[in-house]
C-alpha cells in the first residue's frame, strides 16, 4: 500500500519538533503564544492594575521575584511564594480557546508543561536562597511541602558534582524533620477534630518521616566531614537559579570550617536526642560556629550554650539537689513540690528527664547521680529551652504538661480522703502520670503506672497499719476507683486499636465491665465508677452487640439524659440485628439527631427526655468518634446520608448506602418522646433549617475512621458521593476508583456487581465533566448497561478537553462510539484523531461480525486497562 503523504510530513514535523533543545522550545512556545495572549488573566493584570502580586505575575516576569524578595516586609512572604510555586509545580491550565490562535503540537505542549513546571520548582529554591537556606524558616511549610522543596534541592544537587551544600542541606533537614516529628506525634492534638477537613496532619507527617533514613543521613554528613579539602565552600545564591538551568559557578563563599560547623551542630543536637551523649559531645566540641553575623545558621547564643552545657562542654553556676535512688522518692519530692508550688523544681526534674529520654517513674537511678543542678532562684524566664527543640520550647512543654495533670473531681476527692503522708504523695503522682500517659494515648504506660500505685495500696491493706499511715476503708475504696480507672485505660485502647474480630477476642473485657455495671446496681455500695467510665462502658457494649445491658441500665437511669441517648441507640442497633425495617426507636433516634444539625438561628432546639439527651453537636460527635461496628457505623452513616440526601435533594448527588429505607422520607413531623409517651413538640420545616456542611463535616469524620476500623469497601463509596456533593470531584474519583479496584481485586474479577451498577458510573461521569476530562467521561459511558449515547456524543464534542484525549481512544470497544469518532474528526479536519479512530475501527477483535465471547474478551480487556489507568491518574499520583 501506498504511504500517505500527508501522514510522512507530519511524522517528519514531529520528529524535528522532538529534536528541538527544551531552550529552542522555549523560544518557539513564546513566539507562536505570545505571553499576553497565553491567559486571559494577563488582561487585568496585577503588573498593570498595581494590585498585589501573585505567582502568576512572577513565572510571567522572573526578574519580579528578585526585587519582590528584597522589599522591607514582602507580601506574599517567602514562605507564601515557595507554597504557591509547589502547589502549582504540577498544575496546567489550558491555554483559552480562540480560533486565531494556532493549535501547538503535542511536542510542543509537553516541552511548555515541563518547562512551566520546572521555572516553578527553581524559583520555589531561589527563595529559599533568598531566605540563606534557613531551615528554621523553611520549617514553617507544611511538612508535605517541606518534602517536596528538599527532594527538588536534593535532586538539583546531584545534578552539579561539585555542589556539596545542598546535599548537606537536604539530610540536615532529615534529621531534624525525624527529631520535630517525634514531640509534634506525641503532642499535636486539634482543638476541635471537625476543623480538620481532609487527612489528619500528624498522619502525613508520620507518613513522610517514615520515608526518611536517619542512618543514610548521619553517614552522608560524617563522610562529608571527613572529604572536604578545600579551604572554602560555594553557596549557591539567589542568582545561581536566575535561568531555566541552574549556574553553578554563581554563589557566595564561606570558610570551610564555618560549613563543617553548621554539619556539627545539627549532627549534635540529633545524637543528643537520640541519647547518644558521647558522640554528641564529640560533634559540639569540634564545631566553631560564628554565632554573630553568620546567615547561613541561625542560633542563639544562649540556646548553643544550653547545648553545650547538656553535654558538660560548659558549666552552668547551679546549686545541685541530691534525690535518693528510689523511685519511691523521687515521685514523692515531686508530689512535695506539686502541694507546695515549687513549679520551677518539677520545671528541672523534666528537663532532666526529656534531656536524658529517661522515665524517672519507673527507672531506677544511681544513688550518687545528680539529677537536678538547679538553683531555683536562677530559673529562666525566656520561652527560648536552654536545650531542645525550636519547634517546640521547653518551658511550653513543661507548662502543657501540668495542665493535663488535673485530676478528675471524683478521684482527687478519693485521694484527699486518704490521710496525708507518703502513701497519699506517691500515689496521687503515679495517677496524675498515668493520667498524662492515658491523654497522650501511651495506654501502656498508663497501666503500669496504676499497677505500681494500686500495688502500693494492696500491700498496705495487708500489713495493717504500718509506716504508711492510713484508713483502710478510704485506702480499699480508692483501690476500687484504681481498678476502673485500669478499665476505662482498656476500653479506650479498644477503641483505637478495633478491628473485625474485636468482639470476639474481649470477652475478658465485657465480663469486666458486667462487674462494672452490677456494683452500680448494688444499693450496699458506697463508691460508684465516675460517669465518664460508665459512658464509655455503655459504648463498648454497643459496639460488643451487648444491647440487652445497655437497655436495662438505661430503664434504671433516667436521670442520666446521656445514657437516655446510648440507651435508644442501643435498641435502634438491635433493632438492625433483627432486621426489622420498621421500628419507632428509628424514628426516635432521628428527631434526636435532626436538631443537632440545624442551623443555629437562637430558637431553642427540639431535645428528647426531660432534660435533653443530646444537647450538642459535641455530645453526637463523641459517639461518632467510638463508633467501631459495622452496625454502628451503618446506622449514623445511613442516618446522615438520609439527612444529606433530603437537603440536596439532587439525584445526581444522592449518596447511597444500606439501611436508608428504615429513615423517615419526609423532615417534617418532627417526634419528641417524653418520659413513656410520644408527643409532637416541635416541627422542622422542610429541609432549609439543616446546615449541610454539618452534615457533611459529621460525614466526613466518621467515614473516615470507618475506613480504618472496618473492612467494608461501601464506606469508600460513600466518601466519594460525599465529595461529589461538597464540589471535589477529584477526590471523589479516587474513593470510586479505589472502591472498584478493592471489589474487584484490582480490576481482575470479571464478574462482580459493583460492575453493574450504573448509579456509581454516572457519579464518575459526573465527576470527570466536572474536571474537563471530557474523553474519560466518554470512555465510561460504555460501563453503563444502556450506554448513554446522548450524553458519550455531547462529551465527544468538547474542544478543550484537560485529559489524554485521543491517546485514551484504545480503550473504547463500543462500535457506534468510534464511528461517531470518525465522522467528528472528519468535519474538523481533525486528520490525526480521525486516523487513530479509524485504525481502532478496523482492530479484527471488534469487528461486529464476532461472536460474543470474542466481543466480550475485547470489552473485559480494555475496561480492565482503562480502570487502571484511572487508578495510575487518581489513586497513584
Request: hydrophobic letters at 40%; charged letters at 25%.
Amino acid at each position: 500500500t501506498e504511504s500517505d503523504p500527508t501522514s510522512e510530513e507530519e511524522q517528519v514535523k514531529n520528529e524535528e519538533v522532538e529534536e528541538l533543545t527544551l531552550k529552542d522550545k522555549e523560544v518557539e512556545i513564546s513566539q507562536k503564544f505570545p505571553l499576553n495572549r497565553i491567559h486571559p488573566l494577563l488582561r487585568t493584570s496585577s503588573m498593570e492594575s498595581n494590585t498585589e502580586l501573585s505567582w502568576l505575575d512572577f513565572i510571567l516576569n522572573r526578574s519580579l521575584l528578585v526585587k519582590h524578595l528584597q522589599k522591607p516586609d514582602p507580601d506574599p512572604s517567602p514562605n507564601t511564594l515557595i507554597s504557591q510555586f509547589l502547589l502549582n509545580a504540577d498544575k496546567w491550565t489550558e491555554a483559552p480557546s480562540d480560533p486565531n490562535l494556532v493549535e501547538p503540537t503535542d511536542s510542543l505542549l509537553k516541552a511548555s508543561r515541563s518547562l512551566k513546571n520546572r521555572t516553578l520548582k527553581l524559583m520555589a529554591i531561589q527563595v529559599a536562597a533568598h531566605l540563606d537556606w534557613d531551615l528554621d524558616s523553611l520549617a514553617k511549610l507544611q511538612i508535605g511541602l517541606q518534602n517536596f522543596l528538599m527532594n527538588h534541592i536534593l535532586a538539583l544537587s546531584e545534578e552539579s558534582k561539585n555542589d556539596k551544600f545542598l546535599h548537606c542541606l537536604y539530610h540536615r533537614w532529615v534529621l531534624r524533620t525525624i527529631q520535630s516529628n517525634k514531640v509534634t506525634r506525641v503532642h499535636f492534638r486539634p482543638l476541635n477534630p471537625m476543623v480538620l477537613q481532609g487527612p489528619d496532619p500528624v498522619q502525613i507527617a508520620e507518613t513522610i518521616v517514615k520515608t526518611l533514613n536517619p542512618e543514610t543521613s548521619v553517614k552522608f554528613l560524617l563522610d562529608a566531614l571527613e572529604s572536604t579539602s578545600k579551604k572554602s565552600i560555594l553557596i549557591p545564591s539567589v542568582d545561581t537559579f536566575a535561568g531555566t538551568v541552574p549556574n553553578w559557578s554563581l554563589g557566595n563563599e564561606i570558610n570551610v570550617e564555618a560549613f563543617k560547623s553548621m554539619i556539627h551542630v545539627d549532627l549534635g543536637v540529633y545524637l543528643l536526642y537520640e541519647g547518644k551523649n558521647d558522640e554528641a559531645k564529640k560533634h559540639f566540641k569540634a564545631q566553631n560556629l560564628p554565632v554573630e553575623n553568620f546567615p547561613y545558621f541561625k542560633i542563639s547564643e544562649a540556646k548553643l550554650d544550653g547545648f553545650l552545657a547538656s553535654v558538660g562542654l560548659k558549666k552552668v553556676e547551679r546549686k545541685p539537689i541530691l534525690l535518693p535512688n528510689l523511685v519511691q522518692s523521687t515521685t514523692l519530692e515531686i508530689s512535695k513540690w506539686l502541694q507546695l508550688g515549687h513549679w520551677e523544681k518539677i520545671e528541672g526534674v523534666f528537663q532532666k528527664e526529656l534531656e536524658d529520654g529517661v522515665d524517672m517513674e519507673i527507672q531506677e537511678l544511681d544513688s550518687d547521680e545528680e539529677l537536678l543542678p538547679l538553683d531555683p532562684n536562677k530559673i529562666p524566664v525566656d520561652p527560648d529551652p536552654l536545650v531542645g527543640q525550636e519547634q517546640l520550647e521547653m518551658f511550653n512543654l513543661v507548662r502543657k504538661l501540668f495542665m493535663e495533670w488535673e485530676l478528675p473531681l471524683p478521684l482527687q476527692h478519693a485521694i484527699e480522703k486518704v490521710p496525708a503522708g507518703a502513701l497519699k504523695d506517691f500515689v496521687q503522682v503515679l495517677v496524675a502520670k498515668s493520667k498524662q500517659h492515658y491523654n497522650l494515648k501511651n495506654f501502656s504506660q498508663a497501666r503500669q503506672a496504676l499497677d505500681v500505685a494500686k500495688k502500693e495500696l494492696d500491700d498496705s491493706l495487708l500489713q495493717g497499719v504500718n509506716a504508711w499511715g492510713f484508713n483502710q476503708y478510704n485506702v480499699r475504696k480508692l483501690g476500687q476507683m484504681l481498678d476502673w480507672e485500669v478499665l476505662l485505660i482498656d476500653i479506650t485502647e479498644l477503641f483505637s486499636t478495633w478491628t473485625p474480630a474485636s468482639p470476639n477476642t474481649n470477652q475478658d473485657l465485657v465480663k469486666r465491665c458486667r462487674e462494672c455495671i452490677r456494683f452500680m446496681e448494688d444499693p450496699s455500695s458506697e463508691v460508684n465508677p465516675r460517669s465518664e467510665i460508665v459512658e464509655f462502658i455503655l459504648m463498648a457494649f454497643i459496639n460488643l452487640g451487648e444491647f440487652k445491658f445497655v437497655i436495662k441500665f438505661e430503664d434504671s437511669r433516667k436521670r442520666w439524659p446521656f445514657v437516655e441517648f446510648l440507651g435508644l441507640l442501643a435498641r435502634a442497633c438491635r433493632d438492625v440485628t433483627e432486621k426489622k425495617d420498621v421500628s419507632p426507636n428509628y424514628r426516635e433516634l432521628w428527631s434526636t439527631v435532626l436538631p443537632v444539625c440545624m442551623n443555629s438561628t437562637g430558637a431553642k432546639l427540639p431535645r428528647v427526655g426531660k432534660e435533653g439527651i443530646l444537647p450538642n453537636k459535641s455530645s453526637l460527635l463523641w459517639v461518632l468518634d467510638r463508633a467501631c461496628s459495622l452496625t454502628v457505623i451503618s446506622l449514623f452513616v445511613s442516618l446522615l446520608s438520609r439527612l444529606h440526601n433530603h437537603i440536596l435533594d439532587d439525584v445526581a448527588l444522592l449518596i447511597q448506602a444500606d439501611l436508608l429505607h428504615v429513615w423517615p422520607n419526609i423532615i417534617d413531623d418532627v417526634t419528641i418522646t417524653t418520659g413513656s409517651s410520644i408527643e409532637l413538640k416541635s416541627r422542622i420545616s422542610g429541609s432549609s433549617k439543616l446546615n449541610i456542611h454539618q452534615v457533611q463535616d459529621f460525614l466526613f469524620h466518621l467515614l473516615q475512621l470507618a475506613l480504618i476500623r472496618s473492612e467494608e469497601t461501601l464506606w469508600l463509596k460513600c466518601l466519594g458521593d460525599v465529595h461529589l456533593a461538597s464540589g471535589s470531584p477529584a477526590l471523589a474519583m479516587k474513593s470510586y476508583v479505589e472502591y472498584l479496584a478493592i471489589s474487584t481485586d484490582f480490576f481482575e474479577k470479571t464478574v462482580c456487581p459493583c460492575w453493574g451498577d450504573n448509579a456509581l458510573f454516572r457519579k464518575m461521569i459526573k465527576c470527570c465533566e466536572g474536571l474537563q476530562c471530557f474523553t474519560q467521561a466518554m470512555l465510561l459511558c460504555q460501563f453503563l448497561t444502556d450506554v448513554d449515547y446522548n450524553v458519550a456524543f455531547g462529551m465527544a464534542q468538547e474542544k478543550v478537553s484537560s485529559d489524554a484525549s485521543d491517546s485514551l481512544y484504545g480503550f473504547i470497544w463500543d462500535l457506534t462510539i468510534l464511528e461517531f469518532l470518525v465522522n467528528l474528526h472528519t468535519k474538523r479536519n481533525e486528520t490525526k484523531k480521525r486516523q487513530e479512530a479509524v485504525k481502532l475501527l478496523g482492530l479484527l477483535e471488534l469487528n461486529s461480525n464476532n461472536n460474543e465471547e470474542i466481543q466480550r474478551e475485547a470489552m473485559i480487556l480494555r475496561k480492565s486497562q482503562f480502570m487502571r489507568t484511572l487508578a495510575r491518574m487518581y489513586i497513584f499520583v
